[in-house]
Nanobody
Framework: QVQLVESGGGLAQAGGSLRLSCVAS????????MGWYRQAPGKQRESVAV???????TYADFVQGRFTISRDNAKNTVDLQMNSLKPEDTAVYYC?????????WGQGTQVAVSS
């Protein structure tokens, strides 16, 4: 019953910025985690930034201080502000959420960064 929908992807130049948004709808449980993941062609899906119920946010090493995740519990949204984008950031970005027994994924939004 849970649906996650991403938006905000698109084209950006190196050094530019994009803001990704994800909204959850349906019979929304109390998520244990909610965050952003990405997958480039031929590569494994990897975590980008994840919020947890503890209030702790975790960023991948490659973020290098460039991205900020924000969670709005009231609106059931999670955003990812991406600054100082690099061509290596090109990927499909997915919103993901989890409880202790299930995981949910959005359809993804394409991010392409040109040099």
């Amino acid at each position: 019953q849970v649906q996650l929908v991403e938006s905000g992807g698109g084209l950006a130049q190196a050094g530019g910025s994009l803001r990704l948004s994800c909204v959850a709808s349906g019979n929304i449980p109390n998520f244990r985690t909610m965050g952003w993941y990405r997958q480039a062609p031929g590569k494994q899906r990897e975590s980008v930034a994840v919020w947890s119920v503890s209030g702790v946010t975790t960023y991948a090493d490659f973020v290098q201080g460039r991205f900020t995740i924000s969670r709005d519990n009231a609106k059931n949204t999670v955003d990812l502000q991406m600054n100082s984008l690099k061509p290596e950031d090109t990927a499909v970005y997915y919103c993901g959420a989890s409880t202790w027994i299930a995981s949910y994924w959005g359809q993804g939004t394409q991010v392409a960064v040109s040099s």
